[in-house]
């Protein structure tokens, strides 16, 4: 069925109506007769929303619960990682290499993320990822030998890759991302929530820490099989579509967007090194932040499970609540406040020795942490040619899984010679480096306090023009 849209442009330029036909995906071609661009066709998209068309909707729970599947999978290491030495009898040092291990996964999905966008679709690429996202719990839940171990979880890593690539380049395409991406990341932080205390109640009562992951396991075959459903006609046939109207730039050039050329690009670089450090930032202290309330604060145990889901509730606040925010406002400037903040609150968590401040601290820096994941993958949507979104997000998402694995890495052999309380110090430095890289991000907010002293200038400059001539 053939839709068209009927347009009006009343500009000073031109006057003209037309019939804009459009296609099944929303994209229209246009031949505008009485401008002065004439006989030169005009391609414009049509972003879909989050409920037109209606199965969106039901793909947007999809990713809502395998991102839930992601933050109990990112969050359960810190809460069994003194549980796991216990019963390798290894020092951190070693057993930080399964913190280390995801990376291994994060770096192949980089590369991967493209040809299993190209070869089998959006559908491959989000069955794909928690598939193996299952299979990686299926081995850990039978807490084989530390080598296996180590294994199972570079392959949680490469599932992870796959899953951010695929739903932020998705979910960053539709109207109104900024706040869809901060509800996905909510969830992401509502299983982040749940993972450490149901993680602690189970091995203080007895149970083996790696029989946690048999509850991964059955969550897991359920998202894959829901997922696998919502984005059927997903197919590489469509999006191979998709991208013949997408890989347009600036001079009508109609080539294919490379990692090549998206490495030259050095917003790319940008985008990476803060979310390098933003991630080691994140899984460096979530991952440790049990162990250093135990060892340092000389906390019970048993409770400190609380500390952990005090900081992912943090986050899951800051996704779920401060992405209307950061979009009304400006990201690019809401960014920076939430870095300064976070950077205060860290320090308080570092310096009090009061459990109850270290709390309420950390629960701050979750805050404030939310909306920086989500906004810079947006960022990554809105400064990069569309062209290149699928290759920079896979890309970016795995330098991001990179911080995350080799941070803790670096945390662990810190910890083993001088404590956790090191830890600490080197956070605010993470904090610290990404507050200056953000500052050499282009500007790329539509609406908010940016936008508005933009117009501001623009129309001071325009009177001044007139009053010139």
Known sequence: ?????????????????SFEPLNQHGISTTLDEDSEFENESRTERIHEKWNDPPINQWRILASCLAYTLM???DASPGALVIYIAAYYKQPYSVISLCLLAPAFGYILSAFACPLVHTYFGRWGS???????????????????SLQVLILAYSITGLGNGVMDAAWHAYI???????ELLGVLHGFYGAGAICSPLLATAMVTSGIQWSYYYILLVVIGLVVTVFVGF????????KYALEQEYLISDENNNKSQGTLYEAMMNKNTWLLCAFLFFYMGAEVGLSDWLITFMIEERHGDPKKMGIVSAGFWGGITFGCAVLGFVTGKIGENFMVSVYLIVAFASQLMFWLSPSIPVATISVTL????????FPTTMLASTK???????????????????LGSAIFPFINGFMAEDHGTWVLQPFILILIFAMFCIWKFIPTFETTGMMNLVTQVNLKIRS???NLVS
């Not at 069925?1 to 109506?17: C, E, P």
């Not at 960053?172 to 900024?178: C, E, V």
């Open 126 to 144: 989000s069955v794909l990822s928690t598939l193996l996202l299952t299979i990686g719990y299926s081995i850990i839940c039978f807490a084989p």
């Open 463 to 465: 009177r001044f023009q």
């Open 365 to 372: 820096i979750g805050i404030c942490f939310g909306p920086l």
């Open 383 to 401: 400064v990069m040619p569309k062209r290149l979104h699928v290759i920079v997000v896979g890309f970016v998402a795995a330098f991001a899984g």
């Open 1 to 17: 069925m053939l839709i068209t849209r009927r347009s009006v442009d009343f500009g000073s330029a031109r006057r003209s109506i």
């Open 230 to 237: 919502t984005f059927l006609g997903e197919t590489a046939e």
């Open 172 to 178: 960053g395409d539709l109207q109104d991302s900024n």
């Open 71 to 73: 933050g109990m999978n």
